[in-house]
């Protein structure tokens, strides 16, 4: 096997076997209990479940360490060596002459995913031996984690005034762990229930989920897969000969909820408002029998730095149409306040990109 190979399994003992738990009066609060005890208690803090990581990796002749971490959301700059500040304690390993991180405090996230609030964050790794040379802070930087992605296949088909849709979404990543939350301990109606409410939100129509199937909430692999039809009512609007109506998409990727002030005094710091590191969205649209879409939407591609988003309109034929949607977001931006006017603008092209409708006779 592969060192990846390797510590994937180590990683998948531990998350289906150890539960994470941080209670002050069991567990102290600067020095990781024996792997033993872990094992035996089948409980463990951040840094009880990162030592016993790093020491059964070790057995196995991999190089791993523990990696002290003061998360994010406490700033950028937020402490100075020496400190005890530090709030959180992952993994760090080298598998096949590369660097992973790994957060062990999830059972529902895939091996080498990290949660939003890691990526960037301050972080100081511990050293295997004890060394004359000083540690200096990082920030956690993480090319190799697994990244956090949303697919989407919608097939959209018009039915007198309302609309028939079906939705093939695969979740990578954080996003996984999230959909393993969410729907792993439910049956399928309790899904059905959940899943509605939340389908039901993004309309003004009546919503009727007809049924949800799930692949992948078992077990942690890099992602998790869900297909759910549903039907909206009255959906359809009437212009004269034509038929309209509006692509609404699961996915929100740009939003000015946020960013409605014209100026700014301080920078924004971007990823407190995105988790994800990218959006794939294809639309297959078939118009009823004998209808043909007219006068489509114009295609557009916007950027903004390491932003990128494109919306493309192809018609295959006179009644099939495809639109596909796609947003890479560089979430780890710092946007200056001399920036903020071309960033808002960017988003403000997004929301009106969606905002197009669909016509056909």
Same mark, same amino acid.
């Given at each position: ?243 309209? =109506? &509006?692509?609404?998409?699961?996915? @929100? /990727?740009?939003?000015?909820?946020? #960013?409605? $002030?014209? *100026? ?78 071309? =960033? &808002?603008?960017?988003?403000?092209? @997004? /929301?009106?990109?969606?905002?197009? #409708?669909? $016509?056909? *006779?």
């Amino acid at each position: 096997m592969t060192e990846f190979e390797k510590a994937k399994i180590i990683y998948d003992y531990i998350e289906a076997n150890i539960r994470y738990s941080s209670v002050s009066f069991r567990q102290s609060a600067f020095v990781p209990q024996r792997p033993s005890e872990t094992l035996v208690t089948r409980l463990g803090d951040c840094k009880d479940l990162s030592n016993l990581f790093v020491t059964l990796a070790r057995m196995a002749g991999i190089n791993a360490q523990m990696v002290l971490v003061d998360t994010r959301d406490n700033g950028e700059n937020d402490m100075m060596l020496p400190s005890i500040e530090f709030n959180h304690c992952i993994a760090k390993a080298t598998l096949d002459n590369k660097s992973y991180f790994v957060e062990l405090t999830d059972n529902d996230l895939p091996f080498t995913s990290l949660p939003n609030i890691l990526n960037g964050a301050l972080a100081l790794e511990i050293p295997i031996k004890p060394s004359a040379e000083k540690e200096e802070l990082i920030h956690l930087k993480t090319p190799n984690r697994k990244k956090d992605i949303i697919k989407r296949i919608i097939d959209i088909k018009p039915e007198d005034e309302d609309l028939n849709i079906s939705v093939s979404s695969v979740m990578y990543g954080i996003f996984s762990s999230e959909t393993r939350q969410d729907y792993r301990n439910s049956d399928n109606k309790k899904q059905m229930q959940d899943l509605e409410k939340t389908v039901a939100g993004k309309y003004k129509n009546n919503v009727a989920l007809e049924k949800v199937a799930f692949k992948g909430l078992d077990k942690l692999d890099d992602s998790v897969t869900y297909n759910y039809t549903y039907k909206v009512k009255n959906e359809i609007a009437e212009i004269g000969s034509l038929n309209t =109506f &509006k692509i609404v998409y699961p996915d @929100i /990727v740009a939003t000015l909820d946020n #960013f409605s $002030a014209d *100026k700014r005094d301080f920078p924004v710091e971007y990823w407190n408002y995105e988790t994800a590191d990218a959006y794939e969205t294809v639309v297959n649209i078939t118009a009823p029998e004998g209808k043909a879409f007219v006068e489509l939407p114009k295609s557009e591609t916007y950027s903004f730095k390491d932003m990128k988003f494109s919306i493309d309109y192809t018609l295959k034929s006179p009644g099939k149409l495809v639109v596909t949607r796609k947003f890479s977001d560089g979430r780890d931006q710092l946007i200056s306040p001399e920036d903020y006017a071309a =960033f &808002k603008a960017f988003f403000e092209k @997004i /929301v009106k990109a969606e905002q197009k #409708f669909i $016509a056909y *006779k």
